[in-house]
């Protein structure tokens, strides 16, 4: 019996011993495991944590961006004679913008995908369609003056300026061209939507340099990344004049032109007044030459009233 018990104990130094070795755990009871529940817990060791960056909103994607590709269809944009066309230049840097803010997670919506026509008011319709989007609008400038090049950015609300800020910001970094600057300005697809809207003029086709650069398409390509980054960092924009080091973008002073009188405009404005002003005329000439039979008539008549007399 002794031999037995001995024997017993043996085993269970040996089975103590290889959990000390190799790290097995000891056997569990019941008093232990409410030693250990009525044990004192440590106090929780405080981490440190760090502010999370604020993430571009275009990260999420349930922002919506409407791009809409001006002119297009027998809108062929620019002025007369003009070798690029503008619309063709427009819908390609749309296109390629659709695909790089889609990669940002956005939902795109295009005023038009193809060489079409869309009137002015359905352009406006599609971007008020969607309350919580934002507009980009992509043109390429135009003038009879050769010489005329740069880039410059358009917005008409106080709620676009970041956006227009942002985007010019970017676009006019990357390109070689002049930095004509943000211009506030009453555009009817800018004065009309109800959402952030900003007009894009990516250059002018009317200069040779410039024309080359957008005939371009690893040029047209850079413009399109360009818009897309300040799309996705509009949210960044400050009025802090220098890019500090948490990447804010700053707000850009802008011109406001809401008073402009475009030239075009004027000119249309200078024949219909012309034009109402040759119609007065001929009424004019109408009444005199109405009249003047009746003077006619009344000096017979006194005349042949004096014979009477």
Do not use: W
């Amino acid at each position: 019996m002794r031999r037995y018990s001995f024997s017993i104990n043996l085993l269970l130094a040996a089975f103590f011993l290889d959990s000390t070795l190799y790290g097995l755990p000891a056997p569990n009871t019941l008093n232990d495991r409410e030693h250990r529940a009525s044990a004192p817990t440590a106090a929780p060791r405080t981490q440190t944590t760090t502010r999370p960056a604020v993430g571009p909103e275009g990260s999420r994607p349930s922002t919506t961006v409407v791009i809409d590709a001006g002119h297009g269809g027998v809108d062929r944009g620019g002025i007369p004679r003009q070798r690029v066309p503008e619309s063709m230049m427009n819908l390609d840097v749309a296109q390629r913008l659709k695909v790089i803010l889609q990669s940002y997670g956005y939902h795109v919506v295009m005023t038009r995908d193809s060489d079409v026509f869309i009137p002015l008011g359905t352009r406006v319709a599609i971007a008020n369609s969607y309350p919580n989007a934002i507009f980009v609008c992509i043109h390429f400038n135009a003038t009879p003056r050769s010489s005329a090049s740069g880039i410059e950015t358009y917005f008409y609300s106080t709620q676009s300026l970041p956006l227009a800020s942002a985007i010019h910001y970017y676009v006019a970094g990357g390109a070689p061209s002049a930095n004509r600057g943000v211009r506030r300005r009453g555009f009817y697809v800018l004065r009309n939507t109800r959402i952030p809207a900003v007009l894009v003029e990516c250059g002018f086709l009317t200069n040779p340099t410039e024309a080359q650069y957008a005939q371009n398409s690893a040029y047209r390509q850079k413009l399109a990344d360009e818009i897309g980054r300040g799309v996705r960092e509009r949210t960044m924009v400050s009025s802090s004049r220098y890019v500090n080091d948490g990447g804010t973008v700053p707000l850009q002073p802008f011109i406001d032109q809401t008073h402009y009188r475009d030239p075009d405009l004027s000119r249309k404005r200078k024949r219909k007044s012309s034009k109402s002003s040759s119609s007065k005329r001929k009424k004019s000439t109408d009444s005199d030459s109405d009249s003047t039979p009746s003077k006619k008539r009344k000096k017979k008549k006194s005349s042949s009233g004096s014979t009477e007399e």
